[in-house]
């Protein structure tokens, strides 16, 4: 039994891709290593260099490597940056996902688990989002995304393709010290990057309607998230019902100043963040139970936030060494 991971040489397919081994599946890693790391793949694990717009390659490697299912991990993440390239971003997440699943239909592969965003909800009218929250992307990346969730279902209608997305909001922390989070989009690398160049972290507004003024985001550790990821890839093969969609969060969030003190209590840097203004459009508060999660995929919070930054630091230091 072999699963595909797409988008397995990137920050968050490399932990799945360990997760999946450490299970006892056996992982194959396509990747075009435009965001993630060759160093990310583990040694002995098949590695397959290329883009998933390109199907032949993909019927290729489910041959030579009899794959079973697929986790969807690859795309184009950066939901500000797909404002400016909508084109580039549709490309990357609904033609490739498109490309995908043909692929998986000529070669008989009937399974998928894909690693979709909170993005589809956009801001949501109540600050506990749940699986029947509208949706109502407000970035061509929620939206890719939405239209992904979209080309599973109807496949599903057409072929008997059997599916689930995991939704999650802001994914952090590290498994493994050699795997760190390269975005230059996101909170912790943003704020890791500034420490190590001497600059002070800044946060982007401190007058919301939350207990200490800054936004409240649900903060997922990277391991419980692959784990889940595996989980449902076990529940497909075993033929166990499965919903179309998971949210996978904390119930409660974490605001941007608890995670700055926590940066500052974990890494031993005392700082204080200056406080510019708030980016358009974001809510002040945004997290999700995961409750039909805990039910079906085993997700629970392993980590504390304590854990997250120290786990993250670590892999972040190591990577400069």
Known sequence: MSWMVT??????????????ADAGIEPVVVDDLSSGHATFVPAGVPFVHGSILNGGLLIDAIRE????????????KYAGVSV????????????????????????????V??????AVYGTPPGAIVTEETPKAPE??????????????????????????????????????PSIYDSSPHNLFPLVFDALVEGRTPRINGDDYDTPDGTAVRDYIHVADLAASHVVAAQRL?????VEPAYNLGSGDGVSVREIMSAIARVTGIDFTPEIGPR??????????KGDLAARDLEWRMRHSLDDMVESAWAARRAAVV
């Not at 688990?113 to 909170?118: D, G, L, M, Q």
């Not at 980016?279 to 999700?288: F, Q």
Request: glycine letters at 14%; hydrophobic letters at 40%.
């Open 65 to 76: 490597h009899g794959v079973t299912g697929v986790i969807h991990v690859a795309g184009f």
């Open 7 to 20: 988008g397995g040489a990137g920050y968050i397919g490399a932990h799945v891709v360990r997760a999946l």
């Open 84 to 111: 400016q390239r909508p084109l580039h971003t549709y490309e990357q997440n609904v033609t490739a996902t498109a490309v995908l699943l043909g692929a998986m239909a000529e070669s008989g592969v009937d399974r």
């Open 113 to 118: 688990v894909f690693s979709s965003s909170a």
């Open 279 to 288: 980016r358009s459009g974001d809510p002040a508060r945004i997290v999700t």
């Open 139 to 176: 970035s061509p990346y929620g939206e890719s995304k939405l239209i992904g969730e979209w080309l599973l279902r109807d496949q599903a209608v057409a072929t008997g393709l059997r599916h689930t997305s995991l939704r999650y909001f802001n994914v952090v922390g590290s498994g493994d």
């Open 237 to 241: 093969d075993a033929g166990e019902p």
